[in-house]
């Protein structure tokens, strides 16, 4: 069953996913009473980023074009992840000195536009390195795991096209 997912509706299947993990994060967000980073907020819009990439893949018929875009997505998630990871793991004193989460994602776009507050947020802060919910990883390395999986089936689907 799942080859044959895998074999026909794969671009589907990632676009689902996607939203899905974006809508488990809000819903946690919501339930658990967090609060989530700049940086948080940005690796579920590159999850929309690879939903989109995803649909987009699935309604054209060039499809190594969508993979593409599949891959491009998937690369920008595990940037974006391994940046908050890093911050993460920084000692006491780093983290300090780190300004650039200091006020949310879509505050920074009003002010600063795009461009500048995804600079800014990946930048990086003491909000950004708290680990917050956890299970067995946290959110930054779930979305590491999940955008790494995304880049490798895509290779394996684009192997197959």
């Known amino acids: 069953m799942f080859k044959k997912i895998f074999n026909t509706h794969f671009e589907l299947g990632v676009a689902v996913s996607s939203v899905m993990i974006v809508v488990l994060a809000i819903a946690m967000d919501l339930i658990f009473f967090l609060q989530a980073c700049p940086m948080c907020i940005l690796t579920r819009y590159v999850f929309m980023l690879v939903a989109v990439s995803g649909l987009i893949a699935f309604l054209i018929n060039k499809k190594v074009a969508g993979h593409i875009l599949i891959l491009i997505s998937s690369i920008l998630g595990l940037l974006v992840t391994s940046r908050q990871i890093y911050i993460q793991n920084m000692s006491l004193e780093y ?3 780190l300004s650039g989460c200091s006020m949310p994602f879509h505050t920074q776009v ?12 990946l930048a990086g802060g003491p909000s950004c390195a708290e680990d ?14 999940f955008f790494f999986i995304y880049l490798i089936s895509t290779l394996f689907k684009m192997r197959r096209v």
């Not at 956890?134 to 979305?143: D, I, K, S, T, Y």
Request: glycine share 10%; no cysteine.
């Open 95 to 97: 983290i300090d000195m």
């Open 110 to 121: 009003e002010y600063f536009g795009l461009i500048e507050a995804i600079s800014r947020t």
């Open 132 to 145: 917050g919910w956890r299970f067995v990883l946290n959110f930054a390395e779930w979305g590491f795991v």
